[in-house]
DNA sequence: GAATAAAGCGGACCGCGGTCCGCTTAGATA
DNA sequence: TATCTAAGCGGACCGCGGTCCGCTTTATTC
């Protein structure tokens, strides 16, 4: 009569130590293999006997291939998370919503250069998923802010942008496609600008806050060709 | 010494006519299935039974599972090619650009409710392959509209506009999200509006094409609820 | 109709992702 | 320390996507 709460006392979240042990063991292994050799010729099996457990494992504690390809890119990514959410402007909270916005555009694109490859990876099968959380946190983040410049359904817009920000399209853009880093942030600032100038005020001094929208984007236009979002990563 | 152009005259498209009978015993085994079961259902091997067929020739014809997926998918659209590149305004040419890609938007999504299922299954793998001929020909139809509105870097700014397009995420929104047809429409023309506004004429005369805009974009908000682009599949 | 050369064919085979189930071990209780 | 229970473990196993290579068919030429 030990009730049914008799363990959940021994890891930090409930998770017993061997299979804590475990989990940090293949999240290694994993790394291991794909700086050695890449994203693509990680296989559970590989990951395992690297880890010196079964496969059994892998799925045990990761679900699925992906999902051990997600924790990998989630760990390379919290630095990034942390900069977003609680960093200095512009990226983080402090500056005006359209700075943020186009910060974390600029940055989610400069990032692709560390850790695109896992990101590319991990949203494999079935495109981006998105009720991963870390895809949630980001078009949460996205969506607060495009609430704060007034746009119309910020929750469906943050899809839309979300949709630009995706790994396997920026990486195809920048390796077959051979657009530069500069060209991309070029880019999301002017479909940035372009959603904030219709928000505010539709009705009356529209030409303003236009006006300001566009002298804002043509300002950071074309210069800093790939050292924005440094704090990445 | 006959050459080495001694064949190409049997098929339609070089293709030996047994190689041709044999796609559409494959492509009409795979429609069945997909019809019956779901794209999910689909595997190589059953196809190859129900054509009558090996299942090396499944990967001769079609190079792989998304191949074939993306073949039926093709044929479903044929009719949607047809009537945003030829058919009647405002979807085919005689409307103005914005109308033509509202309407292009308008009914990608409608699509979905017909062929999404079949279409996601063929983006699957990697996210939707952005070479594909299907691909290039909707974002070359894209960038040709968004280059009439004045949009700068029309070619990213279709891939922008085709990332939101995707059958993936537009299923997902409407599944799991429970986003009704009428909502994304309306954010599409909230998006394709504000690329369109500050594409012309970012000097003078700014606000006359911006109220054009968004007069038009407010002009069909929120009605036609799903029976948009009707002229599909 | 015989010969011929290449395109086509198909099923055995392989690798990997994912599942399952009987064994092991951690950790709590006494 | 003995015991007990559930979480954890791992490798045999399965299904499917994809490849390979020797055999068959097609279509052309003489």
């Known amino acids: 009569m030990q009730g049914e709460e008799l363990l959940r006392v021994t890891g930090d979240d409930g998770e017993r130590t ?10 290694d292994a994993a790394a291991e293999i794909v700086a050695l050799h890449g994203p693509d010729k990680l296989t559970t099996e590989g990951v395992a006997r690297r880890a010196g457990v079964g496969k059994g494992t892998v799925f045990r504690r990761f679900g699925s291939r992906a999902g051990l390809l997600h924790a990998l890119a989630d760990e390379a990514g919290r630095s990034f998370q942390q900069a977003f959410m609680a960093g ?12 943020r916005l186009i910060a974390f555009g600029e940055a989610s694109i400069a990032r692709m250069h560390f850790d ?26 996205l969506s607060l802010l ?6 119309q359904d910020p929750e469906l817009a943050s899809y839309q942008l979300a949709a630009f920000l995706n790994a396997g399209l920026l990486l195809h853009l920048q390796e077959h496609r051979g657009m530069s880093t500069a060209r991309l942030c070029e880019s999301w600032r002017t479909l940035v600008a372009a959603l904030a100038a219709q928000g505010p005020a539709p009705d009356r001094t529209s030409d303003r806050s236009l006006d300001h929208v566009l002298d804002r984007a043509s300002d950071s236009a074309l210069d800093r060709p790939s050292d924005a979002g440094r704090e990445c990563t």
């Not at 061997?18 to 999240?27: E, G, P, Q, T, V």
């Open 146 to 151: 495009l609430r704060q410049l007034g746009v």
């Open 18 to 27: 061997d299979a804590a042990r475990n989990r940090r063991l293949l999240l």
């Open 88 to 99: 200095p402007p512009p990226l983080g909270p402090g500056a005006a919503p359209l700075d």
């Open 116 to 141: 695109g490859q896992i990101l590319r990876a991990a949203e494999q099968r079935g495109g981006p998923d998105p009720e991963h959380p870390t895809q949630q946190l980001i078009r949460l983040h």
